[in-house]
C-alpha cells in the first residue's frame, strides 16, 4: 500500500458537509501516517509551508506565544488563556493531543470551536491538502490540523494565538510561526524514538523553537538540558528569562480546593489562588504570567487584575482534575517519570483509606520507569486501553505488574469506559480512583463523569 491510500484520496477528494465527513479523513490520515514519505530534517516544515502558502499564509497575521516542553506545555497554553481572557482579550488557543474529540485541540474566546466552525475551518483547508497529496513530502495529519488551526484563528481576528508545539519543536509543523515569545516548560526524556535518546538530544529538538531577538521563557530545566537551550538563546540573541531565576513561584497553600502561590516576575509580585490539585502546576502559571509579561501585550497593572482574576477560575481538563469527591475521582493525562511523580505528590494532599489505579500507557513508553511509581500505593490497578491505535496491549502491562507486585490485585477491562465504572462502583466513599498513564485514560473518565 503507497500514499495516499484509497480512503485518504477519497476523504480529500469530496467537500466536507458534516461533522462525520471531516472524521472520515481525520481517521484516514492517521491511520496512513506510517506510509507517509516524510521530508528529511532539513524539509521538515516544507509540507506545512506548501499548505499554508496555498491558504494565504495565515499564520503571518496572527500575534502567537509558542509553548513547548515535555509536560506543562497544555496547561500552561490554559493559564494564558485564562489571564488574556480575563483582560478583554480574544484569544486562539491550539493544543494536541485531545481528550475526547479533535474539536477540543481548537478554542476561541475561551470555549471550545463548534463542530460548524470545525468543519468549515477544515473545508477551507481540504482541497490544498488534496492538491499536494502526489508531491515527494505530502503534508499529513498534523500539517493538516496546525493549518485549520492558523486559518482559524485568522478567520476568527483572534488578538493573540496560543500555539503549543505536537512533537519536539524545531521539526514541528507548528514552528512556522515568528512568536513574540518562545516558551520551553520542561526536557525528559520522550518520544526517544523521534527526539533522540538523551536529554541533550531533546533539548535541542525544543531549543529549535526559538527565533533571533525572541524572548525565551523556560521552566526548571536539567542541567544538560538548559545548557543546549541557553547556547541556542544565545546564539540567537534572545533575552532569557528561567522559573526560579528570572521569575518565580511559590506554593503558600495547597489542598482539596486548590493552591494559593505568590508569582514574582518584577516587577510584579502577585497573591493569587488557583483552583487546581497540584502544587507542579504553580510553575506552569508563573511561565504563563512571564510570557505574557515579556511579550507586552497588557500594561503591567491591566495584567496584574487579569493574573488574579483569571487564574482564580481557570480549569484545566486532565490536569490533576478532581472529577468527584466521595470517593475521590482524579483525571491526569501523566506518562512521563516527573509527571507522574508530580500526580502521586498532588494526591497526598486527598484524604482516603485507599487509592485505586485506572491505567492505560501508550507504545513506546518506559513501563519500568512508570509502573512502580503508579503502583506503589495502589491498592488494585485496573489496567484498559483508552486508545486502540496508540495505547499498548492490557495484558502487557498487567503482566509486568503482576511479576513485580504479586500481592497488588490486577485486573483487565479493556473498554476504557466500562474500566471506569466497573473500578468506581464498590468504591467506599472515603476511599480514591485515579484515572492516568495517558491523556486518553484521563479523557475516558471525563467521558463517564464530566459529561
Known amino acids: ?80 488563556e485564562a489571564i488574556l481572557g480575563a483582560a478583554g482579550l480574544r484569544v486562539g488557543s491550539y493544543t494536541s493531543p485531545h481528550l475526547q474529540r479533535y474539536s477540543e485541540r481548537y478554542r476561541v474566546g475561551g470555549r471550545e470551536i463548534g463542530e460548524a466552525e470545525f468543519v468549515a475551518a477544515a473545508e477551507r483547508v481540504r482541497p490544498h491538502l488534496a492538491a499536494l497529496l502526489s508531491d515527494p513530502h505530502p503534508p499529513g495529519f498534523f500539517d493538516f490540523a496546525t493549518a485549520i488551526a492558523f486559518d482559524l484563528f485568522e478567520s476568527e481576528r483572534v488578538d493573540v494565538a496560543l500555539i503549543e508545539v505536537g512533537l519536539g519543536g524545531r521539526r514541528d509543523p507548528t514552528n512556522v510561526i515568528s512568536p513574540l515569545v518562545s516558551c520551553i516548560t520542561s526536557v ?60 518565580a513561584a511559590e506554593v503558600t497553600r495547597a489542598d482539596a480546593e ?126 484498559t486501553r483508552a486508545d486502540r491505535q496508540r495505547s499498548l496491549e492490557p495484558i502487557t502491562i498487567a503482566d509486568w505488574v503482576r511479576q513485580r507486585f504479586p500481592d497488588l490485585p490486577v485486573r483487565i477491562i479493556d473498554d476504557p469506559l466500562q474500566a471506569v465504572r466497573d473500578t468506581l462502583i464498590d468504591l467506599p466513599p472515603d476511599s480514591l480512583m485515579c484515572v492516568t498513564g495517558s491523556v486518553y485514560a484521563a479523557g475516558a473518565a471525563r467521558a463517564v463523569l464530566a459529561a
Open 258 to 383: 486548590g493552591l494559593a502561590l505568590r508569582l514574582d516576575c518584577h516587577p510584579l509580585a502577585l497573591d493569587l489562588t488557583l483552583p487546581v490539585l497540584g502544587p507542579h502546576l504553580a510553575g506552569n502559571a508563573a511561565m504563563a504570567l512571564a510570557c505574557i509579561r515579556h511579550a507586552d501585550l497588557l500594561p503591567l497593572p491591566q495584567l496584574a487584575d487579569a493574573a488574579r482574576r483569571g487564574l482564580a477560575q481557570v480549569t484545566l481538563p486532565g490536569r490533576t482534575e478532581i472529577l468527584r469527591r466521595a470517593p475521590w475521582v482524579v483525571a491526569d493525562g501523566a506518562h512521563t517519570e516527573a509527571s507522574t511523580l508530580a500526580l502521586m505528590r498532588s494526591l497526598e494532599v486527598l484524604p482516603s483509606s485507599e487509592r485505586h489505579m485506572v491505567v492505560s500507557i501508550s507504545s513506546g513508553k518506559d513501563l519500568a520507569t512508570l509502573l512502580p511509581i503508579l503502583a506503589s500505593k495502589a491498592a488494585s490497578l485496573v489496567v
Open 188 to 247: 525528559e526524556l520522550e518520544h526517544t524514538d523521534r527526539l533522540g535518546t538523551t536529554l541533550t538530544a531533546i533539548a535541542g529538538e525544543k531549543a529549535g523553537i526559538i527565533k533571533p531577538w525572541t524572548p525565551v521563557v523556560i521552566g526548571e530545566l536539567p542541567r544538560e538540558a538548559f545548557a543546549v537551550v541557553e547556547t541556542q538563546a544565545t546564539t540567537c540573541a534572545a533575552p532569557l528569562h528561567r522559573l526560579g531565576i528570572e521569575f
Open 1 to 80: 500500500m503507497s500514499f495516499p491510500t484509497e480512503d485518504v484520496a477519497a476523504a480529500t477528494a469530496q467537500p466536507l458537509r458534516h461533522a462525520d465527513d471531516l472524521a472520515r479523513l481525520i481517521d484516514a490520515l492517521v491511520a496512513a501516517e506510517p506510509l507517509r514519505p516524510c521530508p528529511p530534517a532539513a524539509l521538515a516544515l516544507q509540507p506545512v509551508g506548501e499548505l499554508l502558502a496555498r491558504i494565504g499564509n495565515p499564520e503571518r497575521a496572527l500575534r502567537c506565544i509558542h509553548v513547548a516542553g515535555s509536560k506543562g506545555k497544555g496547561s500552561t497554553v490554559l493559564l494564558c
